[in-house]
């Protein structure tokens, strides 16, 4: 979508193949293409950005105030170029539709082998921004040459086909685009149509204005360019399987991509297998009870009749939780149904969460948990459990708001425990503790802790490295409580644990309380606070 003001050019003659109404409703048309093919591109460089980066916010500002700050320059540089308008619009998409089409092949590289994509979305933004804000000036040119409209009218028609198309590529994008092709494809494919509806025109509309030696390079230039995009599509699994390679590993044996995510399994069938979401770890075969017994079980320490998971589709929560005689009801909130399947269903990670799922009590539910528990109206649980992302996700951000946890007290029965995976408190301290100050504006007392697993190059922060060795994964839990502030300790049918005693648990709180950041205020919807 192009907003800019345009100055009007000269009139010029043009022989024209067809009527110049005809002419006129063409170079629309055109527009409305061009125009749904540039809002794919800004979304889908800010849909990748969110999902190899995260945070959102941050990357969509980025990526907007990027390409709108180099859609004046292209406006300003398309001067240049409007004496020979036909055969600069031509180069100018098919260049536009080389850097928008590859963009999401050359962002998922640099981040599958060099581990760094923001310098190349700052790159594509600008790249991208300066080509459409050429596009407009020249297509003024162009379409003032077919009619002789006053200038005020076709700027309106202009941006009319402008705004249209880009609605229309705003809502392919998610609903068409994304679901059936993907990203990668996706890009391509609108990189294709691009460089075909700007070809047409310039070569079938004003081709015979053009010089033969012009209609040469443009003839052959908007081949390359097609043969290029159609080669990476062809190639396009075979490239997604390398860089999953690249990111993670060589054992990459499940993954798919389902309505909320793409989830990734590594290891083998027999073995604990390692569980990725959208390129982030969140299960470690290896040492990942060391997470969910201390998630898990300083909760259980009280009633835990009913207990209450959200998050936690893979299962671990749930198999911690089955291990007390005395549990009678387990409900899973998980809003993705494909981690529940592979949970379900995948050998490996079946086997690590001790087929919960096969067990009677466990009943899980596909909802979002924030609006689950505003619909949540009948049911009281003695036991909560936050299993969710890291509160530094901006998709996240409101599960870990003053409102959510308000709604979490409600279905809390009295002396029930909430327990609240909180991020890393070593690597993101003001994010840990952003956590805890929001829990107590919710009316909850708190009690914090840690926990630590075994050195990982997955250890979150920028400390994953000490001393040329990977450091240990860190891992922060708030147990709160309506009331006196929870104690730390375990139930007296805990089962036998393999990380947590008391002893651990005393530490894990002290470890806490020493990166403590104080006076911080609460996070609620409407004015997150969350930051690294």
């Known amino acids: 979508m192009i907003e800019q003001h345009v100055s009007t050019p000269p009139q010029g003659e043009t022989r024209l193949p067809v009527r110049p109404d005809a002419g ?173 509806a700007g070809a047409v025109l310039v070569l079938w509309v004003f081709g015979r204005d053009l010089t033969p030696s012009a209609r040469r390079l443009l003839v052959t230039v908007n081949v390359v360019v097609l043969a290029l995009l159609a080669t990476a599509a062809v190639r396009v699994d075979d490239f997604e399987r390398a860089a999953r390679h690249a990111v993670y590993g060589e054992r990459v044996r499940v993954a798919v991509h389902t309505e909320v995510q793409e989830v990734v399994l590594t290891g083998g069938r027999a073995g604990p297998p390692d569980l990725y979401l959208d390129g982030r770890l969140r299960v470690s075969g290896r040492d990942e009870y060391r997470y969910h017994e201390a998630l898990v079980h300083p909760a259980m320490r009280g009633p835990h009749r009913r207990v209450l998971i959200l998050g936690g589709g893979d299962g671990l929560a749930a198999r911690e939780v089955l291990r007390y005689g005395g549990v009678r009801s387990v409900t899973v909130v998980e809003l993705d149904p494909g981690v529940v ?69 409600r279905v809390l029965a009295g002396g029930g425990r909430l327990a609240v995976h909180a991020g890393s408190p070593s690597a993101q301290p003001r994010v840990y503790w952003t956590v805890d100050a929001t829990l107590h504006a919710a009316g909850f007392s708190t009690s914090p802790y840690r926990a630590t697993g075994r050195p990982s190059r997955f250890a979150a922060g920028p400390d994953r490295v000490k001393d040329g060795r990977p450091a240990a994964s860190d891992w922060g839990f708030v147990l709160a409580e309506l009331g006196a502030p929870p104690g730390l300790g375990l139930a007296a049918d805990a089962p036998p644990l393999r990380s947590l005693a008391g002893s651990a648990l005393a530490a894990g709180a002290r470890g806490a309380e020493r990166t403590r950041v104080p006076g911080l205020r609460p996070s609620t919807l409407v004015h997150p606070r969350y930051a690294y």
């Not at 527009?31 to 969509?60: H, P, R, W």
């Not at 050429?134 to 076709?154: F, H, Y």
């Not at 079946?350 to 596909?366: E, I, Q």
């Open 341 to 409: 399947r592979l949970a379900r269903t995948d050998p490996a990670l079946s086997a690590l969460n001790g087929h919960a799922y096969r067990d009677p009590r466990v009943r899980a539910v596909y909802a979002d948990a924030f609006t689950w528990l505003r619909e949540e109206r009948h049911q009281t649980y003695d036991v909560v459990i936050s299993d969710l992302p890291n509160p530094g996700i901006t998709p996240s951000m409101k599960l870990y708001s003053e409102e959510f946890y308000g709604l979490a007290a």
């Open 24 to 196: 006129r409703f063409l170079i629309l048309a055109v527009v409305f293409v061009c125009a749904a093919c540039g809002l794919v591109y800004e979304l889908e460089l800010v849909a990748l950005a969110s999902y190899l980066i995260g945070d959102s916010v941050t990357q969509a500002s980025v990526v907007l105030s990027v390409m709108v700050f180099a859609m004046g320059l292209g406006s300003l540089l398309a001067k240049r170029l409007r004496c020979r308008a036909a055969v600069g619009f031509g180069l100018l998409e098919a260049a536009l539709a080389l850097l928008g089409g590859s963009s999401a092949l050359v962002l998922y590289a640099s981040f599958a082998w060099l581990g760094e994509s923001r310098y190349a979305l700052v790159g594509f933004s600008l790249g991208i921004g300066v080509l459409i804000g050429a596009e407009i000036p020249l297509l003024m040119t162009l379409i003032q040459r077919v009619s002789r409209q006053d200038a005020g009218g076709t700027v309106a028609d202009l941006f009319a086909a402008d705004y249209v198309g880009a609605l229309v590529g705003g809502l392919a994008f998610p609903f068409l685009l994304l679901p059936w092709l993907g990203q990668l494809t996706g890009a391509l494919l609108t990189g294709a149509v691009n460089a075909v």
